[in-house]
């Protein structure tokens, strides 16, 4: 879909956010200190040598992240510390992530694994998730993470898509996996549970227990794969974002200037490794750097989130938009309960921090966010704002050194200051998503502009060269954070016995930043009710994922599609906020 480029929207940000916004001063004890200097000389070859494999030429990140670490002074330091505030309070070091991961991937291979296999996990944020993911790594496989939240559709197109071979779960999230519909799938992991085993199931506890404390990394080459990351477009269902084994190289530098992650630290990353935050930031840009890294379990809630940074001590938090405008509609007097006194950086990703959530998080903590910008398919961050430098309130941030982003027409002409147009990124940055899983049609649209990798986001750069982010150019929604398809949550509605069309959208929120809308007409002897909504509604959580439920349904006669049978969402939009649809002379009659 082309944007209308060459529209000039404001070049700073509306004056009554940056009316009391002081610019920082110079911060010096960076890890990245000159950004300037940095842009225009650094090599990623420079950091290559950071790695073992550059002297051994053997490969496989979970000897980067972990084993090598567990042969240093590192040893005893804890990798991981976790807990979920009810029943567990953890730490690992890495010596023990050695072990651990070792063992897991000796039962793995038992269970006739191999280098190249996929490997699922679907598991709430527990040790166990860790754990296994390195361990899948171990043996060269490749870790398909599925978040905890996914339902019975969600699950089934990923594990069908990825045919993994093996799913490490739990005894109540297995319930959602449909093994009938999967005939790659030969075995469950069961994480707990004392329960007898199915066909086709064995235990985590059994596998770690009768496996050796060491199992020799499966040695790979840089352009093996590391990890797939299932993600959503504007049409169509998920697709695999497959990385390679070289996007660690991404992870650490980025680990290293962005979130100027230093040896003493304790990191909290909020992500859950379902989606690639947290696996490229919660677990590989940490431990490739060897720093320690907080996760905790369980849901959302204000209290846990101060009180984590309180009791690990937290130096560097990195989380998100509506997760800063959750704490801040939780209110002052609770942030003013907890020491929030040892952190010293904080950042933000997934969509854009909006002043007033800045600000907020600023005032009871002392410290801006720094915006950082990327996608599930670039591997790493992309467009900063950094510690060291200065940065107008609003902006996204300025290209990582070693990566060129910036905004260019249909054409791929790069704009002026102050022209929206689609923000861009030249190929070739380290962790750049190697391939759509078997899905080379899909790979090659995101370069349908020669010479650049198409985000699908709209943006433009001032003068200063920072780049605004100002929207998707597609259907995508960002709900929450989470990216969400349009077209899997209407598959989702079809499925309901009331529904004859669906079509969705995102529309503004306050705290969400988006939220899920549906239009819906309804089969013959159907009413539109308000029960019905909710029914509808209800039905999308239990078969697709909570948050892909829309928070909203507007019952229609007749879903807007183009002649060709697309849905015109572009109507859909206007038809919530109002406004008058356009041109409409491609609509069906
Ligand atoms: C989309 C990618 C990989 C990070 C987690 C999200 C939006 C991401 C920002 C930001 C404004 C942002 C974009 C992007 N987004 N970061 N700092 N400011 N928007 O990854 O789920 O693949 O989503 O998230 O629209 O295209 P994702």
Redesign the pocket.
Known sequence: MSVPTGSAPPLTAPASASAEWERKPKTIDANLKDYRAAASTFNWKEVEREFDWSRTGKVNVVHEAVDRHAASRRKHKVALFYTDFERRDEQYTFQDLKVLTSRFAHGLTRLGVKRGDRVATFLPRTPELYIAILGIHRIGAIPVPLFEAFMEQAVLDRLGDSEALACVTTPTLKERIPLDKLPALQHLVLVGGAGSLGTKEVSYQQLIEGSPDWCEPAWLTIDDGLII?Y??GSTGKSKG?LHRQYAMVGHYQTAKWALDLRDDDRFWCT?DPG???GT?YGIYGPWTLGISSVVIGGRFDPERWYQTIQKYRVTMWYS??TAYRMLMSAGEAVARRYDLSSLRHIC??????NPEALKWIKKITGLAPH?????????M?L??NYRSEDFPIGS??KPFPGTYSTVVDDQGRELPPGQLGH?VVKPGWPSMMQSIWKNPAKYQEYFRIPGWYI???TAYKDAEGFIW?Q??SDD?I?TA???VGPFEVESALVAHPAVAEAGVIGKPDEVRGQIIKAFIALRKGYQPSEQLKQEIAEFVKTHLAAHAAPREIDFVEKVPKTRSGKIMRRVLRAWDQGLPVGDTSTMEE
């Not at 933000?348 to 921090?353: A, K, R």
């Open positions: 990351h993600t959503s974002a992500a989606w690639v935050t490229s998100a938009p933000s990703v997934g969509e854009p921090l915006e950082t910008w990327w996608m599930t398919e670039t591997g961050q467009i900063c996204t941030g923000l985000s699908g986001d982010y929207g998707r995508v960002k954070g989470e990216r």
